[in-house]
């Protein structure tokens, strides 16, 4: 596992999908093999504030397929919809046992949406 998080910055578009796949590959660019593995990831305003978004294995919002390293992040259009437009931090942990491994980390900007469901 890596010593420090990747760090990716992306946009969410309220009230639409967002989807990213991320490929965990090892120093010689082969796919880790994350079975037994779980993952979590927030969003939030700030460090300490309260989680606007919270989206694991166990919700459904992380897919872990094992053998390829790939980890599939998906948010409902009404997940996003309820999320404030502002600029956000997040990071994505993976977890097998006691290890924890921050993945990735960053920023994401939610842009406010303009044609609301009515």
Known sequence: MPGTAGIYNSVIDQGATFT????YNDSNNNPVNLTGYTARMQLREKYTSVAVLTLTTENGGL???PLTGNIAVLATATQTEAIEAAYYLYDL???SGFEITRLIQ???TVRAQV???V
Do not use: K
């Open 63 to 65: 897919t872990v397929t």
């Open 93 to 95: 942990e993976l977890t």
């Open 20 to 23: 990213i796949n991320i490929v």
């Open 106 to 108: 960053g920023q994401l």
């Open 115 to 117: 044609t609301a469901n």
